[in-house]
């Protein structure tokens, strides 16, 4: 089965992003190091690529993201930045050398407010929906409620491996590794409809949410912190939870619909240029539709909207 199309209705579409290791194996177990190292690589990718980071969570073998763009290229060069360097620096933090994530990022457009809330829940809700921490907020590893609830930042380290085997190529003088390494604040923006809500409004409405969830998700027995940072990486779950990739995220089926329709008439319209630029026509990229990704065997420059 061929793999659907990466289509945006319009720019800055908020997408659920999430992403799964191989074989679901707890390669992204928390800690303070590898905590540092993911958010140096989200806040260095934020300051690269035309992209909105609105919320965030990083489980022990996946990840969830909201987040927007101005087209699906930015989109998708920004997830190969983040996921490229995240095997890279984890798989050698702890020493695994296959391959990293169990496919290809999956994004999941968000087509009204009240489901965008209720993603935001959904998130929000990981570490104690699973029994792994009795409080969202206990969560050793990496989540942004600290940032919606009380501001604190969220910052990382990146290292600049390019900068220093650059240096190693010159004898003259070393450096030390602390040297290479740079910080980079994540910046946590408001969702789109709570733009007009101040911060102290926004804040007080997630801490609402966040004792919400401890109330629904109360257990007697949770794995704990102590267990969690405990375990072994390269192990992996007996089962895994796995449900459908559902379309969309809408309330009404008339949306649902009305986005079905968008989705056909752009894939028509790909197919139509596709065709076209096979032909030898191959200035051809003007008749691609807006938001589009450019097939792999050509290059074409990603531009923002204007």
């Known amino acids: 089965m061929s793999r659907p199309l990466r289509y945006m ?10 992403c799964r290791t191989m074989q679901s194996r ?17 806040g260095k990718a934020l300051s690269m690529y035309d992209v909105r980071m609105y919320m965030f969570v990083f489980l022990s073998n996946h990840y969830h993201m909201l987040l927007s763009a101005c087209d699906f290229c930015e989109l998708s060069r920004f997830m190969n930045h983040i996921n490229s360097n995240i095997a890279r620096e984890i798989g050698r933090l702890h020493d695994w050398h296959d391959k990293f994530w169990g496919r290809r990022f999956s994004a999941i457009p968000i087509l ?3 489901s965008l809330l209720d993603r935001a829940r959904y998130i929000l809700s990981h570490g104690c929906k699973e029994g792994l921490v ?23 380290q990146w290292f600049n491996r390019t ?8 004898v003259s003088g070393t450096k030390a590794e602390s040297d290479y390494l740079i910080e980079f604040q994540v ?15 926004r804040q007080a409405m997630w801490k609402k949410f966040i004792e919400d969830i401890a109330l629904e998700n109360q257990r007697e027995n949770v794995l704990g912190v102590k267990a969690i940072l405990a375990q072994d990486p390269h192990s992996k779950p007996v089962t895994t939870k796995k449900s459908p990739r559902p379309f969309c995220h809408a309330i009404t089926q008339k949306v649902i619909k009305e986005y079905r329709e968008g989705y056909r008439a752009f894939v028509g319209a790909f197919r139509e240029a596709f065709g076209s630029l096979l032909a ?27």
Not at 9 to 18: I, L, N
Not at 26 to 42: A, D, M, Q, R
Not at 284 to 306: H, T, V
């Open 9 to 18: 209705p319009d720019p800055y579409t908020v997408f659920e992003v999430t």
């Open 26 to 42: 707890l390669l992204l177990k928390p800690s303070p190091e590898l905590n540092s190292i993911i958010l140096g690589i989200i």
């Open 112 to 114: 009204d407010d009240e």
């Open 134 to 156: 009795a409080q969202p907020a206990d969560w050793p590893g990496i989540n942004c409620i600290a940032a919606l609830t009380e501001g604190t930042p969220l910052v990382g």
């Open 163 to 170: 900068r220093m085997y650059a240096d190693s190529r010159n």
């Open 187 to 201: 910046e946590i923006r408001p969702l789109p409809q709570l733009v007009d809500l101040s911060e102290t409004a």
């Open 280 to 306: 030898g026509h191959v200035r051809s990229f003007e008749s691609f539709p807006d938001c589009y990704i450019p097939p792999f065997a050509y290059k074409r420059p990603c531009l923002a909207p204007g």
